[in-house]
């Protein structure tokens, strides 16, 4: 079994991909994990990545086509996460698999419309213990304190409203094509991303073990 996931910012597109390949056996390949991979060894992308550049699409492809040539990955099936962003990537992307003649089931689209997505994110709070919460969702026991270890919560940088809209409208921009591209190629599959996070998962294992 092989799947893309897309999703805006606060759609809870990581923590999603990483439960479904862990209870479909897939192996989740993120782009996330990739690029901090490639910076360890990678000059080029790792100064691209500390200068806040986008990597082109060449060294992108070329990353995700290593690491779909893994015999385990080929062997367990994989979820793409991060990858495509654009048409171009996608066109690519199709180019690779046909070349090794992988099949892809599906994409997954967890659905959020953007002011719900903005709240999601602009509500997160972190301490320097590892401990998260959520101002509505999963308040601490007292406002801007840490229940774990008392300190301070802050906000991190990308959480801020200015931020995420911003990264909002560059997903918009990216993505709505991508959408279409795909709704063309009937391989796109949404989910409701409204609902919690357990029903997101029952919605997407219910099309991943259906064979949708």
Known sequence: MNYIILGPPGAGKGTQAKNIAGKFGMVHLSTGDMFREEKE???VVSKL???GQLVPDEIVVNMVKKHLEKDDIIKK??????FPRTVKQAEELDVVLKSKNIKMEG?????VPFEEAVKRIVGRRICVCGASYHM???PPKEDGKCDRCGGKLFQRSDDKENVVRERFAVYERQTKPLIEYYEKSDTLIYINGLKDEKDVFAQISSCIANGL
């Open 77 to 82: 099936g994989f979820l793409l996460d991060g």
């Open 107 to 111: 994409v997954l689209l967890i659905d």
């Open 49 to 51: 990545l500390s200068a």
């Open 41 to 43: 060894s990678d000059e």
């Open 136 to 138: 509505t969702l999963l």
